[in-house]
C-alpha cells in the first residue's frame, strides 16, 4: 500500500536558518502530494501542495518539489521564524475524483529559538 | 468562506454518556470526512462521506456512529465511549475532480472520556 516517510524529529533551528525536512513517499500510480502545519492546540492547516512530477509547491516561504525519479517532496525554508514552531506532515492522496483518504507521514516537530 | 468549524472545541463525557459532534462547511465541497488524532500521532481515517453516502468506513467500532444530514453538515454521535477513544477528532472536507483533492481542515474537538 501507499507510505509516506518522514525525517525523525525534532528539529530544533536557530532563527533565520535554513530548513529541510525530508519526505520519500511509495505508492501507484501518480498521486498528489501535500505539506501539511499544525500548530499546538489547532488542527492542520494545508501549508502547500503538487499534483505532478517537477511541480512546486509554495507558500509562507516554504517550497517542496514533486520529484517523481527519487519519489521526494522535500519542504525547504530559507529563513525559519519562531512563529515556524509547529508539526509538519507529509501527505499524499489518489489524484482521481473521488473522495480518498489522505496518507500522512508521522509528522517532524520543528522547533525555533531565538 | 473558506473554513471548516467545528463544535465543541472540548468536549468531557463518561462513559455511559451519548453525544455528538459536529462540523460544517460552506465551500460547496461534496466530501467530507472525520479523522481521530492520538497524541503525537498523526490523524487516522475513520469515515468518508461522498455526495452524503457514506463510502469508506476504516473498520471503526459502532460506538462511532457518522451521519451526513446534507451537503454542509457532517456528525460524529459517540455512545459508550471508552477512555482510549480520548483524542483529537478533526472534520474535513474536499472538492470532488481531477486535481481538486486536496482537504481542509476544521480546528478540532479535544474529547475525554473518563
Known amino acids: 500500500g501507499d507510505s509516506v516517510t518522514q525525517m525523525e524529529g525534532p528539529v530544533t533551528l536557530s532563527e533565520e536558518a535554513f530548513l529541510t525536512i525530508n519526505c520519500t513517499y511509495t505508492?501507484?500510480?501518480?498521486?498528489?502530494l501535500f505539506w501539511y502545519v499544525q500548530y499546538p492546540g489547532e488542527g492542520l492547516q494545508l501549508l502547500l501542495k503538487?499534483?505532478?512530477?517537477?511541480d512546486k509547491g509554495s507558500n509562507k516561504g516554504f517550497e517542496a518539489t514533486y520529484r517523481k525519479e527519487t519519489t521526494s517532496f522535500h519542504l525547504e525554508k530559507g529563513s525559519v521564524q519562531v512563529s515556524d514552531s509547529a508539526v509538519y506532515f507529509c501527505?499524499?492522496?489518489?489524484?482521481?475524483?473521488?473522495?480518498?483518504?489522505?496518507?500522512f507521514g508521522t509528522g517532524t516537530r520543528l522547533q525555533v529559538t531565538l | 468562506d473558506t473554513e471548516v468549524t467545528q463544535t465543541p472545541k472540548h468536549l468531557v463525557m463518561g462513559m455511559t454518556n451519548k453525544k455528538s459532534l459536529k462540523c460544517e462547511q460552506h465551500?460547496?465541497?461534496?466530501?467530507m470526512y472525520w479523522y481521530k488524532q492520538k497524541a503525537k500521532k498523526p490523524p487516522e481515517l475513520m469515515f468518508v462521506?461522498?455526495?452524503?453516502?457514506?463510502?469508506i468506513n476504516e473498520s471503526v467500532p459502532s460506538r462511532f456512529s457518522p451521519e451526513c444530514p446534507n451537503s454542509s453538515l457532517l456528525n460524529l454521535h459517540l455512545h459508550a465511549l471508552q477512555p482510549e477513544d480520548s483524542a483529537l477528532y478533526l472534520c474535513a472536507s474536499s472538492a470532488l475532480g481531477q486535481g481538486y483533492n486536496e482537504q481542509f481542515f476544521g480546528p478540532g474537538t479535544r474529547l475525554t472520556v473518563l
Open positions: 462521506y461522498s455526495y452524503e453516502k457514506l463510502s
Open positions: 465551500m460547496g465541497h461534496r466530501a
Open positions: 501527505a499524499l492522496s489518489d489524484p482521481g475524483g473521488t473522495a480518498s483518504k489522505l496518507t
Open positions: 503538487a499534483t505532478k512530477a517537477d
Open positions: 505508492a501507484t500510480g501518480y498521486p498528489s
